[in-house]
């Protein structure tokens, strides 16, 4: 499975509007949304920014790795999921259309992301 089918898999969840793999430069790999959805593909600075800061903070309050961030809005949440694949650092973000579907959503990406990990090794 190339990255761009795996970004679909997860776009063609329901309450996923938009799905972007960002590298640890900022720049958006590959990214895929629905109709009527933001464009994701201006985001990617600030979300590898955020996971940054995410980092920061976890090692000050020595919590361990951060899993995930998610940031909260009128019009539904933002996921920031880290993931680590062949040396590289990468920040997988998803633009949910309502935070109900987020245990949906989490689901899904358990069985998407080992095939993201691999085709990114």
């Given at each position: 499975?190339?990255?761009?089918?795996?970004?679909?898999?997860?776009a063609?969840?329901?309450?996923?509007m938009?799905v972007?793999?960002?590298?640890?430069?900022?720049?958006?790999?590959?990214?895929?949304?629905?109709?009527?959805?933001?464009d994701i593909?201006?985001?990617?600075?600030?979300?590898?920014?955020a996971?940054?800061?995410?980092?920061?903070?976890?090692?000050?309050l020595?919590?361990?790795?951060?899993?995930?961030?998610?940031?909260?809005?009128?019009?539904?949440?933002?996921?920031?999921?880290?993931?680590?694949?062949?040396g590289?650092?990468?920040t997988?973000?998803?633009?949910?259309?309502?935070?109900?579907?987020?245990?949906?959503?989490?689901f899904?990406?358990?069985k998407?992301r080992?095939?993201?990990?691999?085709?990114l090794?």
């Open positions: 499975m190339s990255i761009i089918d795996s970004l679909k898999q997860i063609a969840d329901d309450g996923v938009a972007a793999l960002v590298g640890e430069d900022g720049f958006v790999i590959e990214s895929v949304r629905k109709e009527n959805a933001a593909d201006f985001v990617g600075g600030a979300a590898t920014a996971m940054a800061s995410s980092r920061a903070l976890a090692d000050h020595q919590k361990g790795e951060v899993k995930e961030v998610m940031v909260e809005y009128d019009e539904g949440p933002l996921l920031m999921v880290p993931i680590s694949a062949g590289s650092d990468y997988l973000v998803m633009l949910l259309d309502d935070v109900q579907n987020l245990g949906r959503v989490r899904q990406l358990k998407t080992a095939a993201l990990e691999e085709e090794s």
